[in-house]
């Protein structure tokens, strides 16, 4: 069955740096997305991406923040200058749809640990 | 501002027996709901899901309740074994539909 990949599964980075995640969604899939767990919290949405452009984003993706899809497989989620609250699990998702109606589930990969010293 | 709600942390259920995971929701504009499965050291992993238009959606050993007047949706699996001890997630996408918002969930042991 096709499944999203992210790499690194783990990404240790110095406070202050720059931090790029990666994604491979399900390569039929037309919409992604970044959601985000801090340890012990629930899973927050970050920013949904379509046709090469953010269609929706929420109030923790600000301007450290940037999606990108360089290729027409990988989508990837940069974060410019680390803050130690960056620390977390960051998911990337795809589906095949979208809206309002599309009753479609997102599909979601294993994650990246992002531990920032 | 918690627009899924999962009350309950934690469920132990022996091997055999029905597992119930329950879910409350605030927006009674939600029209589809999703339950997802998560392992340690994976993301999570879409199980079941039900519309608005329905009150019950069944998928082998799962079965998705939904209440609407009630704003609560419930998640049964009979019988439980022990390869379903996971953390369970209820979910449900917004108005635009791209953001699904998640409950905390629900870590379910299975005793063998």
């Known amino acids: 069955e096709p499944e999203v990949t992210q790499t690194p599964s783990h990404q240790v980075t110095q406070m202050g740096q720059e931090v790029i995640l990666r994604c491979v969604p399900i390569s039929n899939h037309l919409y992604f997305y970044w959601y985000r767990q801090i340890l012990g919290q629930k899973v927050e949405f970050l920013v949904s991406f379509y046709n090469n452009e953010i269609s929706e984003k929420s109030e923790i993706f600000d301007d450290q923040f940037s999606v990108e899809r360089p290729d027409g497989s990988n989508f990837t989620l940069k974060i410019r200058s680390t803050k130690l609250e960056d620390s977390a699990m960051y998911f990337c998702?795809?589906?095949?749809?979208?809206?309002?109606?599309?009753?479609?589930?997102?599909?979601f990969g294993d994650g990246t640990r992002l531990s920032i010293l | 501002d918690q627009q899924v709600k999962q009350n309950s942390p934690s469920l132990s259920v022996q091997e055999g027996r029905i597992s119930i995971l329950n879910c409350d929701y605030t927006?009674?504009?939600?029209?589809?709901f999703l339950w997802y499965k998560k392992y340690p050291a994976e993301g999570p992993t879409f199980l079941i899901s039900i519309s608005s238009i329905k009150d019950k959606n069944e998928d082998g050993r799962f079965t998705v309740f939904l209440n609407k007047s009630a704003k609560h949706l419930s998640l049964h699996i009979v019988p439980s074994q022990p390869g379903d001890s996971a953390v369970y997630f209820c979910?449900?996408?917004?108005?635009?539909?791209?953001?699904?918002?998640f409950g905390t969930g629900t870590s379910l042991t299975v005793i063998p």
């Open positions: 979910a449900a996408p917004g108005d635009t539909g791209n953001q699904f918002y």
């Open positions: 998702a795809s589906s095949l749809s979208s809206g309002t109606g599309a009753n479609q589930p997102q599909h």
């Open positions: 927006n009674s504009m939600f029209d589809y």
